[in-house]
C-alpha cells in the first residue's frame, strides 16, 4: 500500500468518525451522560437525577437544613463537616435503597410462591417450611453485589463516626463566637 493510499484511509476513517461522535444537541448530552450509571454508589454529584435513578434535591436540602439546626456548625471547618456528614447519610439511604433492590431482584428470580401472611395460629414449635427458609436465605444480598455493598455501608459508618467525632472535639475545643462576643461586651 502506498503511501497516498494510506493517507487517503486515513482521512476516510477521519471523517468516518467525525460522523459517530455522540449526541449533538444539549438534551442528548445530558442523558448519554448517564448512561453509566448503574447504582450511583460511586457519584460525583449528590444528587442523582438520570433516567435510571431520580433522587430528591429537596431531601437532600432538608437533611442538610436539619443538620446545621441540630449540629450548629461555626466557621468554614464546621460546616464542611456537617455536609460531610450530610452526604454520608444520603449515600448510606442510597446503599440501603440498592440492599433492597438487590433482595428483591433475589426474591422475585427465584420464581417462589410469596410467603403466607402472619396470623396468631402459626406454629412456633421451631418447625419452618421449606419456603420460608429459602426466603430467608435469600433475603441477605449474596454475590459480588451484597459484598460491595457491605463494604460500603462499613465504610460510611467509619466515615459518619470519625467526621462526627471531630466535629465534636472541634466545638469543644472552640468555644462559639457568640459566647466569646458575649464576654466583650460584659463590663465588670
Not at 444537541?25 to 450509571?37: L, M, W, Y
Not at 455536609?83 to 417462589?112: F, G, H, M, P
Not at 403466607?116 to 402459626?122: F, R
Not at 418447625?127 to 459480588?144: D, F, K, L, V
Amino acid at each position: 500500500m502506498s503511501t497516498s493510499e494510506k493517507s487517503a484511509r486515513w482521512r476516510t476513517n477521519r471523517q468516518n468518525a467525525q460522523k459517530s461522535t455522540g449526541p449533538k444537541t444539549e438534551t442528548g448530552k445530558k442523558k448519554s451522560s448517564q448512561n453509566a450509571i448503574t447504582h450511583g454508589l460511586h457519584a460525583t454529584d449528590i444528587v442523582i437525577n438520570s433516567p435510571h435513578l431520580k433522587e430528591s434535591r429537596t431531601l437532600y436540602d432538608q437533611l442538610i437544613e436539619s443538620l446545621f439546626d441540630e449540629l450548629k456548625p461555626i466557621g468554614v471547618l464546621q460546616e464542611h463537616l456537617v455536609l460531610k456528614i450530610a452526604n454520608c447519610i444520603w449515600r448510606y439511604r442510597r446503599a440501603i435503597n440498592a440492599e433492597t433492590a438487590t433482595v428483591n431482584d433475589q426474591l422475585t428470580a427465584s420464581y417462589l410462591p410469596p410467603l403466607p401472611e402472619l396470623t396468631d395460629d402459626i406454629d412456633f414449635s421451631g418447625q419452618h417450611s421449606q419456603s420460608t427458609e429459602s426466603a430467608n436465605s435469600r433475603s441477605i444480598p449474596y454475590g459480588s453485589m451484597g459484598q460491595v455493598l457491605l463494604r460500603y455501608e462499613w465504610r460510611l459508618d467509619r466515615e459518619l463516626y470519625r467526621t462526627h467525632r471531630l466535629l465534636r472535639n472541634l466545638q469543644r475545643i472552640q468555644p462559639s463566637k457568640s459566647l466569646k462576643s458575649q464576654k466583650k461586651n460584659v463590663k465588670i
